[in-house]
């Protein structure tokens, strides 16, 4: 090899330098290069109507699904049809992953615009930008905290449900600020019969933009909603929890996992069953000797899987009637389970005075297996699958 003098090393060294600094200042986007129709303030308007539009809906399913998690005493939730959460938990989480890349789209198309200099120009500008740095920021997290969520079963245990509540409140609330800030260059964008000077150049036209975005859309929620529409299991190839599971049902959280293996097994199992009359203590045997009701119902997940499946076991009136009550009282149940956040859930009025409220004992034509909740486990219609509580050994009327 040829050994470079002083001199030449320096000019090489120079030369490099001066090569990066002209390719790091090629990589900072400049307004110039952002031309296309992909960029125009129409392409913006639409892929912002579709985005607020999948935000809505998802804030509606989901507000829905915190309140029959955390009813007020105003809150009422039907337990008819049977399928109403399946439906709605299912809407929140499709609309939701239907949202990424209408943000994606939406924030390349107004790119160049996010590294505008100066930063702020005036007091309503810095206004402006501070509003969609919050509205970007709340809108990134309830979209990749529910899809975490969503694909790895709560990695955050008790703290997701509530942060991706209030972050929500954060989002739908920016999200109205901008849209009335911004509502005359909608209207401008979305209106006008005569368009505006579209802004041309190389790049994605206006159209090939908007159809990528929808293309995309559509792959990803197809890809994912075989988790809870079934005529699209087979298409889904990220439908992460599926049929699959034992009894032809997932599972969520173990036997093992719950640390209920001995005591959902123990022989000397009792239901307590409390109300204002006294307890009654019922061995599995007894359970078995009351009238049993077979229903077909939905687990739906709040992870936006669900499974229909059948159930077999006793109805909460009929188990009610048994303790010397009547149907139509709320009443706590409890499981077994002492570690976990789900050992305990309420059932309103509306659903223990529903006969197809079960505490089932047999799921799919077998006894339930140990996953599934042995020796009894809550299945009520039209309920987030978070409340169908496994393992009960307690229900208590209020
Ligand atoms: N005791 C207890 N019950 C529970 C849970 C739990 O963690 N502990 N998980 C719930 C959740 S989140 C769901 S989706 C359903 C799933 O029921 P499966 O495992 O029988 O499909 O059980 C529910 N019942
Ligand atoms: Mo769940």
């Known amino acids: 090899m040829k050994r470079l003098t002083w001199h030449e090393f320096d000019a090489r060294i120079t030369k490099a330098q001066a090569k990066f600094s002209a390719r790091a200042a090629a990589g900072i986007p400049k307004a110039e290069q952002f031309k296309g129709g992909a960029h125009g303030e129409r392409v913006t308007a639409r892929v912002g109507v579709l985005l607020g539009l999948a935000f809505l809906i998802c804030f509606v399913t989901g507000l829905l699904s915190h309140l029959i998690q955390h009813p007020p005493s105003w809150f009422f939730w039907p337990s008819r049809p049977v399928w109403l959460y399946q439906v709605t938990q299912g809407v929140h989480v499709l609309s939701g992953i239907a949202a990424i890349p209408f943000l994606l789209a939406k924030l390349w198309s107004v790119y160049p615009k996010l590294f505008e200099r100066p930063l702020v120009r005036s007091v309503p500008h810095a206004v402006e930008r501070l509003s969609i740095l919050v509205l970007s920021g709340a809108a990134f997290f309830e979209l990749s905290s529910g899809l975490l969520n969503v694909a790895q079963n709560y990695p955050w245990s008790f703290y997701f449900p509530q942060v991706h509540y209030a972050v929500a409140w954060v989002a739908i609330g920016s999200i109205f600020v901008h849209v009335a800030v911004k509502l005359p260059v909608i209207r401008r964008a979305l209106t006008r019969e005569r368009a505006p000077v579209e802004p041309s150049g190389r790049g994605l036209s206006r159209r090939g933009f908007l159809a990528t975005t929808g293309i995309a859309t559509g792959a990803v929620v197809l890809a994912t909603a075989g988790a809870t529409v079934p005529a699209l299991r087979n298409v889904s190839g990220l439908s992460w929890r599926s049929d699959k599971g034992s009894q032809k ?128 486990r809550v299945i009520a219609p039209s309920r987030p699958g978070v409340l169908q509580t496994k393992w009960v050994a307690m229900v208590e009327v209020r």
């Open 249 to 376: 049902l997932p599972v969520n959280r173990t036997a093992v996992a719950a640390q209920v293996t001995q005591t959902a097994r123990d022989p000397g199992w009792r239901l307590a069953v409390v109300t204002p009359v006294g307890t009654r203590q019922l061995t599995l045997a007894e359970l078995r000797a009351l009238p049993q009701t077979t229903v077909d119902l939905p687990i739906a997940c709040v992870e936006g899987w669900s499974q229909m499946a059948t159930w077999r076991g006793v109805s909460f009136p009929d188990l009610l009637r048994a303790a010397g009550s009547l149907p139509g009282v709320d009443v706590r149940v409890s499981s077994l389970e002492k570690t976990g956040l789900y050992g305990v859930s309420t059932l309103p009025g509306e659903h223990t005075a529903d006969a197809r409220t079960l505490l089932a004992l047999e799921l799919n034509g077998e006894v339930l297996n140990l996953d599934h909740g042995y020796p009894c």
